[in-house]
């Protein structure tokens, strides 16, 4: 189901099937995939078109939304109904509340936009059916990045131009009812494929288990599951932590309830533009760079690339320190969550910063190997586009990422 929304998904799945396809049917009784960076959930359906149970984290509340959806149950006719219904009303709607409660709000929203958009949020609020709110509450983030003030060039917040602003009318009335109608189709077919590999219902439920928490990739499961099979891909974007998620969803969240997302989903995520991102891999930089003595003894590569960067500017330093020291504290929870013998399957890519190289694969094979994973093999693609990068004035972007596989021994 790529493509059910904008939201950045680093690994592509065709490649990502293949790689699944290949474990799985080389290892015996694999039953389970957990993926702790679940992101728009492409793991989430290549698990569910093997028929395989899926446990999924992800620091955001967006991505959450996003992969709940993709779950099920796929009440399609019901879906369909309710897309009508919160169109007749959104448009029979003359009411002038305002939906949204934030600073900025008539920055990032023309006043036709912040019309339009209370009045679709009061829709959605009235279906009865959570799984049809989810998809619609879908629906209206991808309506709101493309009706926002906010450029889509990048996921970071840039208000457009004057020029551009003064000559923009959108609605997101018109707007939502084309992406729910591209969204109801997707999802159509997806369930179309689920059935006919008998991996769904009569009634639109997986017939395999689905969990997808919010919750922060350093901590531990509190059930203690052991996972057959990790696919993943960490936030390793060039930006100045990562990829800026966190800005992505900052608008979209404005417009969604959040208990409809999780119920781990506080108003703190949408406080601030750049919360979600402060509590994503390398989000507190504070002196980093003091913390990493016992990993300069693991990790010879990370020692490297520090001893690089001494000479600059010191934010440099501790970006990639306060990245690298969160990825390993997510590694001392993730590890334990997979059963002996079962494998790992890490897609990253290298960025540079501050001009200099940074060999991530190099580094978390290196972490992964001191605690006792063991590497397999690498393989390595060319990234065939890259919306987050083209534009970014901080480094040079990457345009190759690499495919780690481990083994749990």
Same mark, same amino acid.
């Given at each position: 189901?790529?493509?059910?929304? &904008?939201?950045?998904?680093?690994? $592509?799945?065709?490649?990502?099937?293949?790689?699944?396809?290949?474990?799985?049917?080389?290892?015996?009784?694999?039953?389970?995939?957990?993926?702790?960076?679940?992101?728009?959930?492409? /793991?989430?359906?290549?698990?569910?078109?093997?028929?395989?149970?899926?446990?999924?984290?992800?620091?955001?509340?967006?991505?959450?939304?996003? %992969?709940?959806?993709?779950?099920?149950?796929?009440?399609?006719?019901?879906?369909?109904?309710?897309?009508? $219904?919160?169109?007749? =009303?959104?448009?029979?709607?003359?009411?002038?509340? $305002?939906?949204?409660?934030?600073?900025?709000?008539?920055?990032?929203?023309? +006043?036709?936009?912040?019309?339009?958009?209370?009045?679709?949020?009061?829709?959605?609020?009235?279906?009865?059916? =959570?799984? %049809?709110?989810?998809?619609?509450?879908? #629906?209206?983030?991808?309506?709101?990045?493309?009706?926002?003030?906010?450029?889509?060039?990048?996921?970071?917040?840039?208000?457009?131009?004057?020029?551009?602003?003064?000559?923009?009318?959108?609605?997101?009335?018109?707007?939502?009812?084309?992406?729910?109608?591209?969204?109801?189709?997707?999802?159509?077919?997806?369930?179309?494929?689920?059935?006919?590999?008998?991996?769904?219902?009569?009634?639109?439920?997986?017939?395999?288990?689905?969990?997808?928490?919010?919750?922060?990739?350093?901590?531990?499961?509190?059930?203690?599951?052991?996972?057959?099979?990790?696919?993943?891909? +960490?936030?390793?974007?060039?930006?100045?932590?990562? $990829?800026?998620?966190?800005?992505?969803?900052?608008?979209?969240?404005?417009?969604?309830?959040?208990?409809?997302?999780?119920? &781990?989903? #506080?108003?703190? %995520?949408?406080?601030?533009?750049?919360?979600?991102?402060?509590?994503?891999?390398?989000? %507190?930089?504070?002196?980093?760079?003091?913390?990493?003595?016992?990993?300069?003894?693991?990790?010879?590569?990370?020692? =490297? /690339?520090?001893?690089?960067?001494?000479?600059?500017?010191?934010?440099?330093?501790?970006?990639?320190?306060?990245?690298?020291?969160?990825?390993?504290?997510?590694?001392?929870?993730?590890?334990?969550?997979?059963?002996?013998?079962?494998?790992?399957?890490?897609?990253? #890519?290298?960025?540079?910063?501050? #001009?200099? +190289?940074?060999? /991530?694969?190099?580094?978390? =094979?290196?972490?992964?190997?001191?605690?006792?994973?063991?590497?397999? /093999?690498?393989?390595?693609?060319?990234?065939?586009?890259?919306?987050?990068?083209?534009?970014?004035?901080?480094?040079?972007?990457?345009?190759?990422?690499?495919?780690?596989?481990?083994?749990?021994?």
């Amino acid at each position: 189901m790529q493509g059910l929304t &904008q939201y950045p998904a680093m690994m $592509v799945p065709a490649m990502q099937a293949e790689l699944m396809h290949t474990v799985t049917g080389a290892g015996r009784d694999m039953k389970s995939v957990f993926d702790p960076f679940a992101g728009s959930g492409t /793991t989430l359906v290549e698990s569910m078109r093997l028929g395989l149970n899926y446990t999924g984290y992800d620091i955001n509340p967006l991505a959450v939304l996003f %992969c709940k959806t993709k779950a099920g149950p796929f009440h399609t006719r019901r879906l369909e109904k309710a897309i009508r $219904v919160v169109l007749e =009303k959104a448009k029979a709607d003359r009411g002038r509340k $305002v939906e949204a409660d934030f600073p900025g709000l008539k920055k990032w929203f023309s +006043p036709l936009a912040i019309t339009e958009l209370s009045r679709i949020r009061r829709a959605v609020r009235e279906v009865d059916h =959570k799984w %049809c709110r989810r998809v619609l509450w879908t #629906g209206l983030a991808e309506t709101v990045r493309l009706t926002s003030n906010s450029r889509t060039s990048t996921f970071k917040l840039h208000i457009r131009s004057k020029e551009d602003l003064d000559s923009r009318i959108v609605s997101p009335l018109e707007t939502f009812h084309e992406v729910m109608r591209g969204i109801s189709d997707r999802l159509g077919e997806e369930a179309e494929k689920l059935k006919a590999a008998d991996r769904i219902s009569e009634n639109g439920h997986y017939r395999g288990n689905v969990t997808i928490r919010l919750r922060n990739s350093t901590e531990p499961d509190p059930k203690g599951d052991e996972h057959d099979l990790l696919v993943t891909s +960490p936030p390793y974007g060039d930006n100045t932590t990562t $990829v800026p998620y966190g800005q992505y969803s900052f608008l979209p969240l404005q417009w969604i309830d959040l208990e409809d997302i999780d119920e &781990q989903a #506080g108003t703190e %995520c949408i406080q601030s533009a750049y919360y979600i991102d402060g509590q994503s891999l390398g989000g %507190c930089r504070n002196n980093a760079a003091r913390r990493m003595d016992d990993m300069l003894e693991i990790s010879p590569s990370l020692k =490297k /690339t520090l001893h690089k960067l001494e000479k600059l500017p010191s934010d440099r330093k501790n970006r990639v320190a306060a990245f690298v020291h969160d990825l390993d504290a997510s590694l001392g929870a993730i590890v334990p969550s997979l059963r002996q013998h079962g494998y790992m399957i890490w897609t990253i #890519g290298n960025r540079r910063v501050g #001009g200099k +190289p940074v060999p /991530t694969d190099k580094i978390l =094979k290196e972490l992964l190997e001191a605690k006792g994973i063991r590497w397999v /093999t690498k393989l390595e693609r060319k990234i065939p586009s890259k919306r987050m990068a083209t534009r970014n004035s901080i480094a040079s972007t990457m345009r190759r990422e690499a495919i780690l596989v481990f083994r749990k021994t």
